[in-house]
């Protein structure tokens, strides 16, 4: 009789993002809404006075305007973000392949929408995976991101009578590879479109009492805008970190994304790349909201030129730099 090797059995990965409704029709996006905003790591407030409201009132109508601005972005291949998701898991999949004589099996996972962390799992415990690596796709931590897919997680494997061995991933915010992957990014943008007078980091924002109340975001957000400038050798006065994306009447990480540009297109800066270190992979916020929207409210304000700066994607350097991560954190597993 062959008793089975634990160590012959593949390792997983699970590559993990935000998520994406599965259309740019308004019932598709409220469904996405409801599960997002219905997320009590997100919206941080007492159920019984937030159901309702996003129920009776949001739900209602921000579905239809959401909708209009994924249509403006929805590729004929389907959402951005799940594309570009779906070509990172395959092409780091290729890389361990390729680099690893143990087999470890990747699979991609939403925080909300499809594929779900559930169907993920399942993907990994259908390999034979026992031994899982979680990877959200956020370089810098919040508990609004990383900590609610952690949350997830633990509460779908609850419900499973054999459980795998579960190592995470919190952030990369400061990881050198990584920060060497967005320099490079943005020197090559340069070499292609210019470079513009000032260069803005945009990162989603999130309420500021969220950050009173121990959320460590905006330091690991810092830590990589000043990384980055002093791996590009930027003064002071030549980049500006800023914060997008912000929803509701209470105050969120500032300053603004969107009045910086209007304070700099009236006080004459002509020209603005905008990169957007917290997101691993083009979506709504880099397409629409900053490539769209804002390069709009720029130029209405006096500006000539917002270039965008797109996310690291599938672009080899950024693979390489989590297949490093993966190796790495799988540590004494190989």
Same mark, same amino acid.
């Given at each position: 009789m062959t008793v089975p090797n634990e160590r012959d059995a593949p390792l997983g990965v699970l590559l993990t993002n935000l998520g994406t409704p599965e259309s740019p029709e308004p019932g598709d996006v409220r469904r996405y809404l409801a599960e997002f905003l219905g997320d009590p790591r997100v919206v941080e407030a007492p159920r019984w006075l937030w159901l309702p409201l996003l129920y009776? !009132?949001?739900?209602?109508t921000r579905p239809k305007k959401s909708a209009e601005a994924y249509a403006k972005i929805w590729w004929d291949s389907g959402s951005p973000l799940l594309v570009i998701a779906r070509r990172q898991c395959e092409a780091l999949q290729q890389r361990l392949d390729a680099d690893l004589s143990r087999p470890v099996h990747v699979a991609l996972a939403m925080r909300y929408g499809r594929p779900s962390l559930a169907q993920g799992l399942e993907e990994l415990r259908d390999a034979g995976a026992e031994r899982i690596l979680l990877l959200p796709m956020y370089p810098q931590y919040s508990a609004t991101t =990383?900590? =609610? =897919?952690?949350?997830? !997680?633990?509460?779908?494997?609850?419900r499973w009578r054999s459980q795998p061995a579960l190592r995470t991933v919190t952030h990369y915010h400061d990881e050198p590879a990584y920060i060497r992957a967005l320099a490079d990014s943005v020197r090559r943008h340069w070499d292609t479109h210019g470079r513009g007078e000032r260069l803005m980091l945009s990162y989603h924002g999130i309420p500021k009492r969220y950050v009173k109340n121990g959320d *460590?975001? *905006?330091?690991?957000?810092?830590?990589?805008?000043?990384?980055?400038?002093?791996?590009?050798?930027?003064?002071?006065?030549e980049w500006k970190v800023c914060f997008q994306s912000r929803f509701g009447r209470e105050p969120w990480l500032q300053p603004y994304t969107d009045k910086t540009l209007e304070a700099w297109g009236r006080d004459g800066v002509r020209s603005v790349d905008v990169l957007c270190p917290g997101f691993s992979a083009d979506c709504l916020e880099t397409l629409e909201e900053i490539a769209i929207g804002n390069r709009e409210l720029f130029e209405?304000?006096?500006?000539?030129?917002?270039?965008?700066? *797109?996310?690291?994607n599938d672009d080899p350097a950024h693979i390489d730099m989590l297949a490093g991560i993966v190796t790495r954190e799988l540590g004494g597993w190989l």
């Open positions: 009776g !009132v949001i739900l209602t =990383t900590a =609610t =897919t952690f949350d997830r !997680v633990t509460e779908i494997m609850r *460590p975001y *905006p330091r690991d957000c810092g830590i990589t805008a000043q990384l980055l400038a002093a791996e590009l050798g930027l003064s002071r006065g209405e304000n006096g500006g000539e030129r917002l270039s965008y700066i *797109p996310a690291l």
